[in-house]
């Protein structure tokens, strides 16, 4: 009887103890650090860089003046990408959320209107991360004087 007992309790207990694993290992992976970003220079966002990406080379660049407050295009070209973002930020500064899904147009050029916001201690230095399919390269640039 008593072996029995404990059958049916390793019965009862493996299920829970196999979950367990799997959320255990679940939260490993989601905490795990990810690659760091590439930073690329883009000497000029109007004119268009080359980005090294996973072995191909991404276009990216903007269309308008880079100015805070003032609308612009970003364009990236990234054949076969299906999921490209933007975000803007400044070193040691809060920038507030200004996350951006860029969307392909008709050749497949991924875009979107970006609005910078001001930087109340007048800054115009910004790093702008690019992720595509994941893989994150970013972009330091200044904005034109208003």
Not at 56 to 63: C, D, F, K, L, R
Not at 91 to 120: E, H, K, S, W
Request: hydrophobic share 50%; glycine share 8%.
């Amino acid at each position: 009887m008593g072996l029995r007992l404990n059958r049916q309790r390793i019965v009862l207990v493996a299920p829970w103890l196999v979950i367990g694993l799997i959320v255990v290992l679940l939260a490993v992976w989601q905490l795990r650090t990810p690659e760091p970003a590439r930073t690329v220079s883009c000497p000029n966002l109007q004119a268009g860089c080359a980005l090294p990406l996973d072995g191909q080379t991404v276009t990216a660049g903007v269309e308008g003046e880079l100015r805070v407050l003032k609308p612009f295009q970003l364009w990236v070209k990234a054949p076969g990408a299906s999921k490209v973002q933007a975000h803007f930020t400044m070193a040691g500064m809060d920038m507030g959320f200004n996350l951006y899904t860029l969307r392909p147009d008709a050749q497949g050029v991924f875009r979107a209107r970006i609005v910078l916001p001001v930087c109340v201690s007048g800054r115009r230095d910004w790093v702008m991360s690019l992720e595509i399919d994941g893989e994150r390269i970013d972009l330091p640039f200044v904005t034109e004087l208003s």
